[in-house]
């Protein structure tokens, strides 16, 4: 193994630790590619030694871990494409104006039936908002300030697991329980006293 190997560890290490808790910045996925590409060198480095040392099972028991996680990571991931088709039906079905929170419009930024879609202020009567604690968690959230909110039309945007992903996801093996995720319309309007 290469004396740089550790060097390469350390320098992934001070790259996140400076982003998140030096400058405090949000963690996104972007950030974390200069981890992942020296983290890849360094499991390439180690499993080409490891193969050379007559070790191939443990060097490919490595790479195998390596692509099944990355692989459920992907898979646990928001289906976008779902996503996508939600809005763009539930904006052309929508009753009343809508406007978005910051967030939604964000996700929402290639949809072009979303284009036309104000961000919500105080007067918005219905908003277009992405729940990932469910429809009526947001609404319950939204539901202060003299005002009422209900959840006027929801799409549940939770994946059908085939069962070999279930029973992983039951037992918590290198999948966590899915959330409530759903996209929604919530209605706002006065408290009626």
């Known amino acids: 193994r290469p004396r740089w190997t550790p060097l390469l560890m350390a320098g992934a290490l ?4 400076v982003l998140v808790y030096g400058l405090g910045i949000d963690p996104t996925p972007r950030m974390f590619l200069p981890g992942l590409v020296l983290l890849c060198v360094v499991l390439g480095v180690n499993v080409s030694a490891l193969w050379g040392k007559r070790a191939p099972m443990l060097a490919a028991f490595l790479l195998l871990l390596f692509v099944v996680r990355g692989a459920t990571v992907q898979y646990a991931a928001l289906d976008l494409m779902a996503f996508d088709r939600a809005a763009t039906r539930m904006i ?9 929170g910051l967030n939604t419009r964000r996700m929402l930024e290639l949809n072009t039936a979303a284009q036309h879609i104000p961000l919500a202020t105080r007067s918005s009567t219905a908003i277009l908002t992405f729940a990932d604690q469910g429809g009526a968690a947001q609404a319950a959230g939204l539901s202060s300030g003299g005002r009422n909110a209900i959840v006027l039309d929801s799409t549940p945007l939770t994946k059908a697991d085939p ?3 279930a029973w992983m996801r039951a037992r918590r093996i290198l999948l966590a329980p899915q959330k409530p995720v759903e996209l929604c319309i919530i209605g706002l309007s006065p408290r009626q006293t």
Request: proline fraction near 19%.
């Open 92 to 100: 052309a079905g929508a009753d009343t104006p809508l406007a978005a």
């Open 14 to 17: 001070l790259h996140f630790a």
């Open 163 to 165: 069962p070999p992903v």
